[in-house]
C-alpha cells in the first residue's frame, strides 16, 4: 500500500472521501485501544456476523421472571448458551441465526456495566461479577452478531425512546416481541436505567470524562463503558457503510455520470443506510432537544481539559445519585431479618436496590439529571470557516498544569469519537454541518489546552487518528498559528503555489513544509503559541519523513534551523515585559523540547 497516498492525494474538506479511509495510516499501537474505522471486507462465505432472532416467546417471558427476581448471572449464563449455541460447530453455511435477548433486556444488562450498585458501591464482590458477566456478554454479542442484528439502535437509545421497531438485517421477530411487554418490571430497567438516568449520550460521555478528571475512582467503571459504546459505534457505522456500498455502486465508478441530486429521504437517498446508524440517532436526540449538535458534542468531546473546569461542571451532573462515593452506604437502622420464603420474606435480598430507590424518593427523580440550560460559554469559541486565522479570544496566562493518567486516558477515546463525528459530517452534514466547520472548530479547542494535553493531541506518535484526518487537522492548525500568506518582515511563500495539488488537497508535502511552514515563527510573540506551533511543525516533519519518503536536503536542515532562531527571537520579545509565570517557563521549556527533537530528526534522516 502506498504509505504516501494520503499525504498527496487527500480531497478536499468538503467531500467524504477526505475524511472516510485512511489511505496508507500505520497501524495502530494497540488495536483493541484504536479501534479503526474501516469497511469489512466482503466474505460470502463467511460473514463477519451471524443473523440472529429473538428469544421465543414463552422463552423469553422466562428471562424476564429471572431479571425481575434480579437473577442475573442465572439469566446471563443463559443468554449466553444461545449466543455459543451453532457458532462455530455448525457444519450449516451460514451457521444458523443467534437467538438473542430483546432490546430493554439488552439495556438492562448495558446498565448493570455501569450502575455504582453493581460497581463501585457494590454490598458485596458477587454484585460486581454480575456487572463483569454483562460486559462480557455484551461484547460476545457484539462480536457475533453485530450491532446492526442485535438491535441496538433501539436497545441503546435515551430518554425512554421506542424500542419497539427493529432494524436487523438478520432479525427475525414476532409482532408479540415488539410490544410494550419487552419492558421488564425491573427498577434497573426503567428510572434506574442509564437511558432514563442520562438525557442524551453526550451528556453521558461529559460526565464520564468529568469522573477521569476528578473521579477517578468512579473513571476506572465509566472508562470501560466509554470504550465499549465508542466500539459499538464503530462497528454500527462499518456496518451500515458496507450495506450501502452494496446497495449503491461506489463514487468513483460514477465519475463520469452527473452527480444525482435529491431531496427524498431515507430509502431514496443515498446514504439511507448511515442516517439509521446509531451515532446518527445520538445526533438526531439533540435536533428533537433544539440544541445546536456541532456545538453540543464538542462540548462533550472537549469536557474537562483545561485547567479550570468549572464551566464544565455546570453542563455535566453526576448520572446516577452518589455515584461517586467508594463503597455500600451503611443503613443503621437495618437490623437482622428473617427469611421466610413462603411468606414473601427475603431477609437482606434486594437491599441494595432498596437503599438507591429510597435516596432517589428524597429528592425529585428529575433534579440530578445533566442540564444544559442557563450555563456559562467556554472561554473559547469556535472560529468561522473561511480564509485568514481563526478568531480566538486572547488567552489568559497559562498556569502549571498537572495531567493526571485518567485524563491522559481519554486523549484515545476522544481521538476516536472524533473520527466518527468526522465521518458523519463529511457523508451527512445536514446532521452535524459541514466537515470543515467540524475540522476548524476542534482545531481552536485543542489550541486553547494546556501544552500537555495539546501534545497527546497532536503529536505524531501520541494521536490516534486515520493519518488524512490527522494530516487535515494538522494543516487546518498551523495556517491559524504562522503568519497570513506574504505577511511579516519576511513573506511566507503561498502553498498553492510551492505545492498547488498538495495544497488544494488540504495535505502536506515536502516542498511545502521546507519552504511555508519550517522556517518562520508563530504570528503571536508568546511562547506558548511558539511552542504549539513547533509541536505541530514536528508532526508534520515525521509524517513526511516515515510515510512520504521525502529525502533529506541541506535545504531542509537550513529551514529547520532558521525557524528555530525565529521563534527564539520572538519570545524574547516578550520577556522584557513578562511575569515570570511557571507557564511561560513550561511553554519556554517545551519550545526548547520540540527545537532538540527537530535537530534530532534532521540528524537520524541525514544518515538514512
Request: proline share 6%.
Amino acid at each position: 500500500m502506498d504509505q504516501s497516498s494520503s499525504l498527496t492525494s487527500l480531497d478536499g474538506l468538503s467531500t467524504p472521501e477526505s475524511y472516510y479511509t485512511a489511505k496508507g495510516s500505520r497501524s495502530p499501537v494497540n488495536s483493541a485501544d484504536t479501534t479503526a474505522i474501516s469497511t469489512p471486507v466482503k466474505d460470502e462465505e463467511n460473514p463477519p456476523y451471524r443473523d440472529a432472532q429473538l428469544i421465543p416467546h414463552e422463552l423469553r417471558q422466562n428471562c424476564q421472571i429471572h431479571l425481575e427476581e434480579q437473577l442475573y448471572l442465572q439469566t446471563i449464563h443463559l443468554f449466553q448458551g444461545f449466543l455459543s449455541d451453532g457458532n462455530k460447530l455448525s457444519t450449516t453455511r451460514p451457521p444458523p441465526p443467534a437467538i438473542i435477548p430483546t432490546p430493554s433486556q439488552l439495556a438492562l444488562l448495558n446498565t448493570l456495566t455501569i450502575h455504582p450498585l453493581y460497581t463501585n458501591r457494590a454490598p458485596e464482590r458477587s454484585y460486581q461479577h454480575i456487572s463483569t458477566h454483562a460486559f462480557a456478554y455484551l461484547r460476545g454479542l457484539v462480536y457475533t452478531v453485530g450491532p446492526v442484528n442485535a438491535n441496538l439502535r433501539q436497545a441503546f437509545s435515551f430518554s425512554g425512546s421506542d424500542r419497539g421497531t427493529g432494524r436487523g438485517r438478520g432479525l427475525n421477530s414476532s409482532s408479540d416481541d415488539d410490544s410494550d411487554s419487552d419492558w421488564t418490571g425491573n427498577k434497573l430497567a426503567t428510572v434506574q436505567s442509564i437511558w432514563r438516568r442520562a438525557p442524551d449520550f453526550w451528556s453521558a460521555l461529559g460526565w464520564a470524562f468529568q469522573c477521569a478528571s476528578a473521579h477517578p475512582h468512579r473513571w476506572r467503571t465509566w472508562k470501560h463503558w466509554v470504550h465499549f459504546m465508542i466500539e459499538v459505534l464503530e462497528k454500527d457505522w462499518d456496518e451500515l457503510k458496507l450495506q450501502e456500498d452494496q446497495e449503491y455502486p461506489r463514487r468513483e465508478q460514477l465519475a463520469g455520470s452527473p452527480p444525482q441530486k435529491t431531496k427524498k429521504k431515507y430509502k431514496d437517498h443515498p446514504h439511507h443506510k448511515l442516517r439509521q446508524s446509531l451515532i446518527v440517532s445520538y445526533i438526531d436526540d439533540l435536533h428533537k432537544q433544539r440544541k445546536q449538535p456541532l456545538r453540543e458534542v464538542m462540548r462533550a468531546l472537549m469536557a474537562f481539559l483545561d485547567v479550570d473546569s468549572a464551566a464544565d461542571a455546570v453542563f455535566y451532573k453526576e448520572i446516577f445519585h452518589g455515584e461517586t462515593e467508594i463503597g455500600p452506604r451503611k443503613n443503621k437502622r437495618k437490623r437482622a431479618q428473617m427469611v421466610d420464603l413462603e411468606n414473601d420474606q427475603f431477609g437482606d435480598y434486594l437491599d441494595g436496590m432498596d437503599d438507591f430507590e429510597s435516596e432517589e424518593e428524597e429528592r425529585d427523580d428529575s433534579a440530578g439529571l445533566p442540564t444544559t440550560t442557563k450555563a456559562p460559554r467556554r472561554g473559547r469559541r469556535a472560529a468561522g470557516v473561511g480564509g485568514g486565522a481563526s478568531k480566538r479570544q486572547p488567552k489568559k496566562e497559562t498556569t502549571a498544569f498537572q495531567l493526571s493518567d485518567s485524563v491522559a486516558e481519554t486523549i484515545t477515546l476522544r481521538h476516536r469519537i472524533f473520527r466518527l463525528l468526522s465521518n458523519v459530517a463529511a457523508f451527512l452534514p445536514d446532521k452535524l454541518g459541514d466537515v470543515s466547520e467540524l475540522y476548524q472548530m476542534f482545531s481552536d479547542r485543542i489550541r486553547g489546552l494546556p501544552l500537555p494535553t495539546f501534545k497527546l493531541f497532536v503529536g505524531y506518535h501520541t494521536a490516534k487518528l486515520p493519518e488524512d484526518q490527522h494530516v487535515s487537522l494538522l494543516s487546518i492548525m498551523i495556517d491559524d498559528l504562522l503568519p497570513g500568506v506574504g505577511s511579516g518582515s519576511e513573506k511566507r511563500p503561498d502553498p498553492e503555489k510551492v505545492d498547488p495539488r498538495t495544497a488544494k488537497a488540504n495535505g502536506i508535502s515536502g516542498q511545502m513544509l521546507e519552504k511555508c511552514y519550517l522556517p518562520f515563527a508563530s504570528n503571536r510573540v508568546a511562547a506558548e503559541d511558539n511552542a504549539q506551533l513547533s509541536i505541530v511543525l514536528e508532526s508534520m516533519l515525521w509524517y513526511i519523513y516515515a510515510e512520504a519518503g521525502y529525502e533529506y536536503t541541506d535545504d531542509l536542515r537550513k529551514a529547520v534551523e532558521k525557524g528555530i532562531k525565529a521563534r527564539e527571537d520572538k519570545i524574547r520579545r516578550k520577556a522584557a515585559t513578562s511575569d515570570g509565570s511557571g507557564g511561560d517557563k513550561l511553554a519556554r521549556e517545551a519550545l526548547d523540547r520540540s527545537a532538540r527533537s527537530l535537530r534530532a530528526l534532521v540528524d537520524v534522516w541525514s544518515l538514512t
